[in-house]
Nanobody, 130 residues
Framework: QVQLVESGGGSVQAGGSRRLSCEAS???????MGWFRHAAVKATEAVAA????????????YYADSVKGRFTMSQDHATNTLYLKMNSLKPEDTAMYYC????????????????????WGQGTQVTVSS
């Protein structure tokens, strides 16, 4: 069982930055972690994902085209926390952001596919105003 707690959401002006955190706890130590977002009247969208070992750190990172060059993931191994640094934010980045985790290998081979993930956090809202 893995528990995920996101934090760091809030309101920001367009062009600004925000850093989201996802603290993981439980008894799984390798797999994939992903960030997804859901905005009103839109489908859930993948943001980024990383193959992860809580012992040795992430090995591969994946980003959606819509955030490449603006969003970056990083890890704090001491606290099992995954961060999502979001720069150059746009109003269209407004959404509820969720952290997700799956242990082991991918079922469908796509780390940016939401149904790859078994465990989800409660979400943190990011609102970008123009």
């Amino acid at each position: 069982q893995v528990q995920l707690v996101e934090s760091g959401g809030g309101s920001v002006q367009a062009g600004g930055s925000r850093r989201l955190s996802c603290e993981a706890s439980g008894n799984s130590y390798s797999g994939y972690m992903g960030w997804f977002r859901h905005a009103a009247v839109k489908a859930t969208e993948a943001v980024a994902a990383i193959s992860i070992s809580f012992y040795t750190g992430g090995r591969m990172s994946y980003y959606a085209d819509s955030v490449k060059g603006r969003f970056t993931m990083s890890q704090d191994h001491a606290t099992n926390t995954l961060y999502l640094k979001m720069n150059s934010l746009k109003p269209e980045d407004t959404a509820m952001y969720y952290c997700a985790f799956r242990d082991g290998g991918l079922r469908y081979g796509d780390p940016l596919r939401s149904d790859e993930y078994k465990y989800w956090g409660q979400g943190t809202q990011v609102t970008v105003s123009s």
